[in-house]
């Protein structure tokens, strides 16, 4: 059907104008039976484009111009960004935490599970990236367009916990660190306190340009490589156990327990919020959309840079990995005090090293708990020096959380909340249950919620895989970007490997609570509706697909493909809808 190019979106794909001429993207002043036939373009359905976005608003990075063909260095370095931002999600202090179990608990066997979990995750964040720059949508966008109101709504407020379970991982890792850097001169309710203060100060450095705010958390990465690989160098793991661990898939005599420490590596690695994110991140960078070799020349920058963010994420999830694999495998408590009797920290290491069986039983690892570990085997700087990288980690994916919860609300909601605003919203809501927690119960407490806060992540998952693997998949939005059935069936299997070891993981953190009565019917009742609301999101991506009795079903139009009843958003230069 073709649409009069009066309601088409501008050359730039910046937003679409009206009979009146206006490019605000409003459609108040079109005929009814009219903007049903309009091509959905980044500002369709949003506010005015006057209004401030998140991160990228007042500035796009111009990609230079070259004669060579080919690679090139210039390019790169201009699509270099967006890449490293999302990477901190694999660094923040719940990976962390999950690296140094890992360690202890498995040794070198599982590094290749780290390392495969990478790789499935750079694949999802390619198929996010793909989706921003070839429709100049980011996900929650797509989201608002392609879902009806309600399912649209439990999709954001699912978003939405899994950003607050993030930040109140990183508010945990940021208390911990600065109460191990203060040497316990800050109590851990007092860290938590002023991760409200540090987190607003460092969102004014957006103001600075968006090309130094990217600059500071490379420097915030660069401080967790050195940080790590300090203690890498110092620890001096087997190098051999270490590459036999990362490409030998294999795990002789693993026990349940390291079977699910695996199963948890995979679910901390992918983040749910972070396809929101890295689908939005891309949109800094001013691709021209009606040259569709434009588009596949930003597809393919973004890749190589994602791919060397995750690289180096990997890098120092498994310094990580091999320092505690090192150190702690096979360790009772009563092992490390005998290391720590010498030492200052010999106090701490009494309170916090022990157990119900005179300490013989085997260590179990958490972020303090490893500080303490490294003090008494290499010496104090070794602790601190942990406690810098924790900082940058809690610190840097503080912020990208924030920006990701941004994007969310814009998306989803049309609606932009002042930056100050949206902070202080997630970080009071994840503060306060850390705060009573840090204020009136152990340190062993707050690992304990940081294992549930992963079960609860691992939830929402499929609210963020499916919708992505739904529109990059689906020719009618992707257009000649969708590279066949193979490249469908690869993202079909793909979300079912990664959301059904989540899952599994997410099981047996329920079976290992023993709920009973009451509580349990409460959660066979969440269960059942759960797996019927991923059931509608599957229905809905079949029909994306363009599976034709989906599509020509009365009852999926009428409860499950957006009013339009068709797939239309298309590249910028479309002028046409199906």
């Not at 500035?59 to 090139?72: A, C, H, M, N, Y």
Request: charged letters at 15%.
């Amino acid at each position: 059907m073709s649409v009069n190019k009066a309601y088409i979106a501008d050359q730039n794909g910046e937003g679409p104008t009206t009979s009146a001429g206006s490019s605000n993207g409003s459609t108040t002043n079109i005929p009814a039976h009219l903007q049903r036939q309009i091509v959905a373009t980044e500002q369709t359905h949003l506010k005015a484009a006057s209004t401030k976005q998140a991160y990228f608003g007042d500035e796009k990075i111009l990609i230079p111009q070259t004669d060579r063909v080919g690679f090139s260095w210039h390019k790169l370095w201009a699509f270099t960004g967006p890449g490293f931002l999302m990477s901190i999600a694999y660094l923040d202090p719940g990976n962390i935490e999950s690296d140094l179990q890992s360690g202890a608990i498995a040794k070198y066997k599982i590094l290749w599970v780290l390392l495969w979990a990478t790789i499935l995750g750079l694949l999802m964040q390619r198929l996010a990236a793909r989706l921003g720059v070839v429709t100049g949508l980011h996900l929650a966008e797509m989201c608002y367009r392609q879902y009806k109101k309600l399912p649209r709504l439990i999709l954001w407020v699912m978003i939405e916990i899994a950003i607050i379970g993030s930040d109140m991982q990183e508010v945990i890792g940021t208390a911990i660190a600065i109460y191990l850097l203060s040497n316990k001169f800050v109590p851990l309710w007092l860290g938590t306190l002023i991760t409200i203060v540090d987190t607003f100060t460092f969102l004014f450095l957006d103001k600075y340009g968006l090309r130094k705010l990217e600059f500071f958390f490379g420097i915030l990465i660069t401080i967790m490589a050195v940080t790590f690989g300090y203690e890498y160098i110092v620890s001096a793991p087997n190098q051999m156990e270490v590459i036999k661990g990362m490409f030998i898939p294999w795990c002789k005599d693993c026990n349940s327990r390291v079977l699910l420490q695996a199963v948890g590596v995979v679910g901390a690695v992918i983040m749910p919020h972070n396809l929101y994110l890295h689908s939005a991140l891309v949109k800094s960078r001013d691709v021209d959309r009606r040259q569709p070799a434009k588009v596949r020349e930003a597809n393919y920058y973004f890749f190589i840079e994602a791919s060397v963010a995750l690289f180096v994420s990997f890098i120092i999830n498994l310094f990580v990995v091999a320092v505690f694999a090192h150190g702690m495998y096979g360790q009772t408590n009563n092992d490390v005090l005998e290391v720590c009797q010498n030492r200052s920290m010999y106090e701490d290491a009494k309170n916090s090293f022990v157990d119900d069986n005179n300490g013989n039983n085997l260590i179990d690892a958490d972020l303090y708990k490893g500080g303490l570990f490294l003090g008494c085997t290499f010496g104090a700087a070794a602790m601190f020096i942990w406690g810098v990288g924790i900082l940058a980690a809690g610190q840097s994916s503080t912020m990208t959380g924030t920006y990701a919860g941004q994007f969310s609300m814009e998306g989803f909601l049309n609606l932009q909340w002042p930056r100050w605003r949206r902070v202080l919203f997630t970080r009071l809501i994840a503060i306060v249950p850390t705060f009573l927690l840090a204020f009136f119960s152990r340190m062993e407490d707050l690992t304990n919620m940081n294992d549930i806060l992963n079960a609860v992540m691992s939830l929402q998952l499929p609210f963020a895989a499916i919708p992505t693997i739904a529109f990059t998949s689906c020719n009618a939005i992707m257009g000649e970007f969708v590279n066949g059935l193979g490249n469908k069936v690869v993202s079909v299997l793909l979300t079912m490997i990664v959301i059904g070891v989540n899952l599994y993981f997410v099981i047996n953190q329920v079976e290992a609570l023993n709920i009973t009565g009451v509580i349990l019917a409460v959660v066979c009742v969440f269960a059942i509706l759960y797996l019927l609301f991923n059931l509608y999101l599957v229905i809905h991506m079949a029909a994306c697909m363009g599976n034709r009795f989906l599509t020509n079903s009365q009852w999926i139009q009428k409860y499950v493909l957006p009013s339009q009843n068709s797939f239309s958003i298309k590249n910028a230069n479309s002028t046409y809808v199906r």
